[in-house]
């Protein structure tokens, strides 16, 4: 349903016949960590993440996972191998 309290013309799963039914009836504003994100919109009641009706929470564990203007770092470690056990198996894949 369209929202009728802080999003207004915009389209909400929170929002039913009887009002917001989000935990206490309303969106909370952006965190500063939300600044630069591209799920961030203006509305005449303040700026809210279009994803998230608390954003805060998402952030309160480390990186909101829906953030657009963070680059997220992925490690590759490399394996060890003990050379003992690669030469027996090269050594049976041979013959």
Not at 17 to 25: A, P, Q, R
Not at 28 to 43: D, L, S, Y
């Amino acid at each position: 349903m369209i929202c009728q309290t802080i999003k207004e013309g915009y389209d909400c799963i929170f929002m039913k016949k009887s009002g917001c039914s989000y935990n206490g009836g309303h969106c909370h504003p952006i965190v500063e960590k939300c600044e630069g994100c591209q799920r961030v919109m203006e509305f005449p009641t303040g700026r809210y993440c279009i994803s998230f009706t608390e954003p805060r929470l998402k952030w309160a564990k480390g990186i909101c996972p829906l953030a657009t203007h963070v680059e997220r770092e992925y490690r590759v470690t490399a394996r060890k191998i003990n050379p003992l056990k690669a030469s027996k198996r090269s050594m049976s894949n041979r013959g």
